[in-house]
């Protein structure tokens, strides 16, 4: 959303440039097509693509999301997915100055604002922050910021302070949870973080550390990968049980939630500057990066531990948020390590820009990445396109691009 600062994207690519010596991991990638040529092949690609989603998707009511055997999948505002198509039409715009996306963005971002009061979810870190976030940092239309401010208020009325935390989910009708919490809440931080700035108004980030503090504490095993969902007793904010809804097993690493917690602590270390949320971004970066389960091409299968691998299937959602969120924590380590983390994302990025992943002109009803997995347990969206697997493309890409360009 309103993410790395160019002074974190400069400093990567000045580290990266230091230890690029000591990049083996990346030495596969050394002699293929150059990063730049791929960066721009990629950003015409997607401005092909989307031309096309653009068009399917105006014919119909609502965000394009997926697709379902032959159809294009729309949402309403209120899905937790709504922001990342105009996340990533704000990100085109970015990307090639061209203003059709810019008048696209426009609208399907005041599609979203209904979101801004739905007291109903966690999500709205997501919904806005793509949306209004992006538009508001292109911008800086003063609604915009209304619009991020006025969701912000709206997050916090979820937050507990016996828990020390945003509840994720209403309950479910047969579930027995109290106060669920899950992995990919702290996406939503990072709408609190620009809130308390934007706004001069600390309880915003006092409520992300706290959220943040709480889900380090109780999320994550020793090797750093983490449940997908804790829930507590908001009475006492005792832990009930641990377990996950969108991954393989409870004591599974659903690659998503390993992704989000990367995204999430790195982006609240470029917040906060606290040394433990770094800490965690690592361990979780090495958890991904050397499990023995991940596949040569660096696309994760959609959980880390399913028994059918390797006969299951990718989630190339996981792969994007990892690549971005690799690219802003070179930002912040030493040279070795940036030198690792940007090869790795190199890595992922090339894959995904590759035939297998990336969908052929045309094809896959304008979306840009093929073989994403929403929900597998709930027998959804398996291999798929997934708007948010592209707009977290187009995210890293955009990173990298300002890397290159130091
Ligand atoms: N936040 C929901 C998901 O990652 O599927």
């Given at each position: 959303m309103l993410h790395a600062s160019r002074r974190a994207l400069s400093r990567a690519a000045k580290t990266f440039a230091c230890g690029l010596a000591l990049a083996a991991a990346g030495s596969q990638a050394l002699a293929a097509e150059p990063i730049g040529d791929l960066i721009k092949r990629d950003f015409q690609a997607a401005a092909a693509q989307y031309r096309t989603l653009l068009s399917e998707a105006q014919a119909k009511p609502g965000f394009p999301r997926t697709v379902d055997g032959a159809a294009l999948v729309t949402v309403g505002?209120?899905?937790?997915?709504?922001g990342f198509f105009p996340g990533s039409l704000w990100y085109l715009f970015e990307a090639t100055g061209d203003q059709t996306w810019k008048t696209a963005a426009i609208g399907y971002t005041a599609d979203t604002a209904p979101a801004k009061f739905d007291k109903s979810q966690h999500d709205l870190g997501f919904m806005l922050g793509a949306s209004y976030g992006n538009g508001y940092r292109l911008t800086r239309d003063p609604a915009y910021r209304d619009a991020l401010l006025a969701g912000a208020t709206t997050l916090i009325t979820r937050y507990n302070p016996k828990v020390g935390a945003i509840q994720s989910w209403d309950l479910w009708k047969d579930s027995t949870w109290k106060f669920p919490v899950i992995v990919d809440n702290m996406m939503n931080l990072e709408l609190l973080m620009w809130a308390a700035r934007a706004a001069n108004e600390p309880r915003y980030r006092e409520i992300a550390i706290a959220h943040a503090d709480t889900t380090l504490r109780n999320h994550f095993r020793p090797d750093a990968s983490s449940y997908h969902l804790v829930d507590y007793d908001p009475s006492s904010g005792a832990v009930r049980g641990k377990q996950t809804v969108q991954g393989f097993a409870n004591e599974s690493s659903w690659a998503r939630g390993q992704a989000w917690g990367l995204y999430g602590y790195t982006m609240m270390y470029r917040e906060t500057k606290k040394p433990e949320y770094l800490a965690q971004a690592r361990r979780i970066a090495d958890f991904f990066m050397n499990h023995p389960r991940l596949p040569a091409d660096a696309i994760p299968y959609w959980d880390f531990d399913d028994t059918a691998i390797p006969n299951a299937p990718r989630d190339a959602s996981a792969a994007a948020i990892t690549s971005s969120a690799l690219l802003e924590l070179?930002?912040?380590?030493d040279a070795p390590h940036a030198a690792r983390y940007r090869a790795f994302a190199e890595r992922q990025l090339r894959s995904l820009s590759s035939g297998d992943y990336l969908a052929a002109p045309?094809?896959?009803?304008?979306?840009?990445?093929?073989h994403a997995t929403g929900h597998k347990p709930a027998g959804k969206e398996i291999d798929v396109p997934l708007n948010y697997a592209d707009y977290y493309f187009l995210e890293a890409l955009l990173r990298l691009r300002a890397m290159q360009s130091q």
């Open positions: 505002p209120k899905d937790w997915t709504s070179a930002g912040f380590v045309g094809t896959n009803h304008g979306f840009l990445l093929k």
